[in-house]
C-alpha cells in the first residue's frame, strides 16, 4: 500500500503524459483528415502589422547597409584600380623607333594623325581616323582598341582584341592586359579572371598589377 | 438563458439531438473509444466539425482558424469525456456546442467561475486552464521515459496508453500477478531516480 501511494503522483502524470501525446497525435491525424475529406484547413496567418513594419524596417536597413558595404568595399576599390590602369594606359613608345603604323600610301599619313590625335586625347579624332584606314597593322590595332577603350566602347575593344590576341603578335602581351581591364570594365569578372591569371602565370605585361588587381576581385 | 444559448439549442434541434446516435450507438461508441477504436467517434464528429466552426464564426465573430481551433479542442475533450463516462447520452448536439464555448473562452482566457461551474454541472468534466507549466512538466517526464530500456518503456504502453491491467499483462506474458506488480514498482522508482539525478 505503502509503495502505491509512494508513486501515486507520478503515475498521475504519467497517465497525463501518454493522454498528452495520444491527443497530439489524434489532433495531427484529424486535421489530415478534415484536409483530405472535407477541405477544412487552417489559413496561413497573415503577418501582423507589427511584423510587417519590423520586416520593412529589417529591409532598410539591410539594403543600406549592403549599399555602404558595397561603397566602402571590394566594388569600389575594384572599379577604382581598373580606372586608374586604364588612365595609366597610353600609346606605344619607344625611344629608338619612331612611328610604326601603316605604311602603305593612303594609311601612313592618316595613322600618324590618328596617333598623334590619340596621344593628345582627342579621341573621337583618332577613331575616325582609324576606321578609315583600309589596312591597320598591329601597331594600329593596338592604339584603335585604345581609342575604343579611352572612349568607353568595351564591346568594341573586347571585340577587337579576342579577334586580335587569337595571333601571336608584336604587342601581345601589352594586348592582353588591355583586354584584360576591357573584361573589368565591362563587368565580365570570369573571363577578366581567366586573362589576368594567364598574365601573372606567365609573367606577361604588368603581371603585377594583374596580381593586385586578382586580389580586389577574389 | 441568453441569446447566444437559445440559438446553441436551436442548431443542436435542428440537427437532431445526438448526431443522429440511439442510446446502444452510443454505448457501442463509447466502448469502442475505450478500446482504442477511434474509427466511428472521428466518422461523426469530424462531418460536424464545418457546422460547428459555423456556429463559433457566427455568434462569436470567431476568425476562421480561432473556430478551427476551438472546434478541435473540444473535439479532444469531448472524446475524453465520452470514455471516462462523463458524458451521458441526452442531448449531445447542445453538450458539444455548449463545451465549444467554453472551450472558446477557455482559449481566450476568459473562463470565468462561473462558466467553469456551468461547464462542470453540464459535463462533469474538470475544467482547469491549461498550465504552460504542466506542459513542460509532461514534456521532461517524456524525456525521461525516452531513457528507460525498449521493455520497460513498452510495459509503461502496455499498462497507460492500452489500459491493459497488471493482472492481464500477467496472463499475457505468463507471469505472476506479484512479479508484475514489482515490476511496476522497479520502473516507476527508476523514473523517480532519473528525474532526482
Redesign the interface.
Known sequence: MKDINQHKDLEKSLKEMYLSKEENALREKWAKQLNDDYDIKKEPAPASKKYLYLLILGLIVAATGMLTYKYFTSDSSKDTKVDLQIAKLEVLSHPIYSHRGATNQDGEDLSLEAYNNLVAEEYESALSKYESIKELNDYDNYHLALTYLKLNKNKEVIKLLENFNQKEHKYSQESKWMLALSYLNDNNTPKAKTVLKEIVVKNLYNNKNAQELLNTIE | MDRRMNQSINIACSAGKNFGLNPLEFEDLCTALNKGD?ALF?KIY??H??QC?NYLIQNYKLS??ES??VT?DT??VF??GIMNKKISYGNLNFLFTRMAYFQMLKNKKELKKLDKEEFQYLTNIGCEESDKR??E??NS??KV?KKLSIEKQKF??DH??KKLKLVEMAKLSGESDATMRKRK?RI??E??LIIKS
Do not use: P
Open positions: 477511434n472521428e469530424l462531418s466539425f464545418k466552426q476562421h482558424n478551427y481551433d478541435m473535439l479532444i472524446r475524453k504542466k506542459q512538466k509532461l517526464l517524456e521515459i509503461l504502453r497507460y496508453v514498482q516507476l522508482a523514473i523517480k
